[in-house]
């Protein structure tokens, strides 16, 4: 179960909890800022309708820069290996709200959690939660980490299942008409959203990007349970 049996039945209905690490000596502040105990999953966690920056203190910022809201996406669909010319399955983490960790406008020293309410897909993710990776890792085993030339460094990439090659995530996303920047209706029925199962918001760090056609992405995708 999700909720402790404490959450009232309007919390059960509101919330799609972010998971904090809250100490113990810190316990009561936590509760009294709004977070709950999750006795089930051994977890504190902060309902939906809290903003989220009351709890910064409790959120690994040095390796998450985004919490995309439960529940969030696997978009799945095929592309041409650039090497070995076959033809391969890929995937990327998506959502449709999310939290962003940025600098203020306000105040140049200042970073603070932002809420976007749009439909992105994330590339080039360096840090995934580890349940979660195991998880997606366990279907789609030529996701993992990769060293990309490209931006000289390692993140989270789909790899050929013939050659090994990483398949960069820049032509995917960034170049309109790639795989996960469709633009018409033949790159929306093209990928699957597969809905994770997972009670819990989604911390990562990635790029994310806005599109003018992000509604249509996720109204003519074709979707599925895990």
């Known amino acids: 179960p999700l909720y402790s049996s404490a959450a009232s039945d309007v919390y059960k209905r509101q919330i799609m909890p972010l998971k904090i690490n809250v100490p113990y000596s810190e316990k009561d502040l936590a509760k009294e800022k709004g977070a709950f105990w999750d006795k089930d999953n051994k977890t504190w966690f902060v309902p939906d309708y809290k903003d989220i920056n009351l709890f910064s203190q409790w959120i690994d910022t040095d390796k998450v820069s985004i919490i995309a809201k439960a529940p969030f996406w696997i978009g799945v669909t095929q592309k041409t290996c650039w090497k070995c010319g076959g033809m391969i399955d890929v995937i990327a983490f998506a959502s449709n709200k999310f939290w962003i960790y940025e600098y203020s406008d306000d105040d140049e020293a200042l970073q603070e959690w932002y809420l976007q309410d749009y439909f992105s897909f994330f590339y080039m993710p360096g840090y995934i939660e580890k349940e979660i990776l195991d998880i ?7 996701f993992k980490l990769g060293f990309s030339k490209t931006v000289n460094g390692k993140y989270w990439a789909n790899h050929c299942e013939h050659c ?5 995530d820049f032509f995917m996303h960034d170049e309109p008409g790639g ?18 199962p997972y009670k819990f918001d989604l911390p990562i760090t990635a790029s994310y990007s806005w599109a003018s056609n992000e509604k249509d992405v996720l109204r003519y995708c074709p979707k599925t349970q895990w």
């Open 179 to 196: 795989e996960f920047s469709p633009i018409d209706m033949d790159g929306y029925k093209a990928i699957t959203l597969i809905e994770f």
């Open 164 to 168: 090994n090659a990483l398949q960069g």
């Open 136 to 142: 997606v890792c366990s279907r789609f085993p030529t």
